[in-house]
């Protein structure tokens, strides 16, 4: 088992640049998340999908979008990347109140 | 916003020694977990603690929960140097469901030989 996988681990885009993180689990979770994380400010939700075919806003959804691709697959996607969006993103997944990390991706934007 | 708030931010103490971090949250939860992370690396679940619950044990970790006090202590016993790393309390707020969680900002732990 491979576990919750992102790609790719690191990126660097210029501003206005779109691209699009890439998430995967093999663990059969209906829930998949998307966070991230800024030196002081821990974890924040930014999309999560509950199950395969459904996604809602967390935390801080402005500027992202989210697919849930099928029951694996969770991807989230900065249309006009911002400075403000350097941070690392991290995806997970779980079955009940449990989350499974990802290793995450470290984005630096210019 | 941050739900919940860990103290202290960091702590540094000898191997064999026990760790004490702290966590406080505003809102009624259903229930409160504590991750860990080690540099550079994804978060691993530790623990989950009900609201109904007041202490809970898993191996060396003791986690103790006062509703009334809106609070939370993760106790980690005899440390080793592998315990380093930071550790982060999540809360799924009540009427949220438990998708949504809302982790503190951390407490670093470094554990010296």
């Known amino acids: 088992n491979a576990g919750v996988t992102q790609t790719p681990k690191f990126q660097v885009l210029k501003t206005g640049q779109s691209m699009t993180l890439q998430c995967a689990q093999d663990m059969n979770h209906n829930s998949m998340y998307w966070y991230r994380q800024d030196p002081g400010m821990g974890l924040r939700l930014i999309y999560y999908?509950?199950?395969?075919?459904?996604?809602d806003k967390g935390e801080v959804p402005n500027g992202y979008n989210v697919s849930r691709l099928n029951k694996r697959e969770f991807s989230l996607r900065l249309e006009s990347a911002a400075p403000s969006q350097t941070s690392v993103y991290f995806c997970a997944s779980s079955r009940s109140y449990e989350q499974y990390f990802g290793p995450g991706t470290r984005l630096t934007v210019t | 916003s941050q739900q919940g708030e860990e103290d202290p931010q960091a702590l540094s103490i000898q191997e064999g020694e026990n760790a004490t971090m702290n966590c406080s949250y505003k809102?009624?939860?259903?229930?409160l977990q504590w991750y860990r992370q080690n540099s550079g690396r994804g978060l691993v679940h530790l623990i989950l603690?009900?609201?109904?619950?007041r202490e809970k044990h898993s191996g060396r970790l003791r986690v103790t929960l006062d509703t009334s006090k809106k609070s939370s202590s993760l106790l980690i016993t005899a440390s080793r140097a592998a315990d380093t790393a930071s550790y982060f309390c999540?809360?799924?707020?009540?009427?949220?469901?438990?998708?949504?969680?809302?982790f503190g900002q951390g407490t670093r732990l470094t554990i010296n030989p």
């Open positions: 809102t009624s939860i259903n229930n």
């Open positions: 603690i009900r609201s109904n619950e």
């Open positions: 999908s509950a199950s395969e075919g459904t996604t």
């Open positions: 999540a809360t799924d707020r009540a009427g949220w469901g438990a998708q949504k969680l809302v």
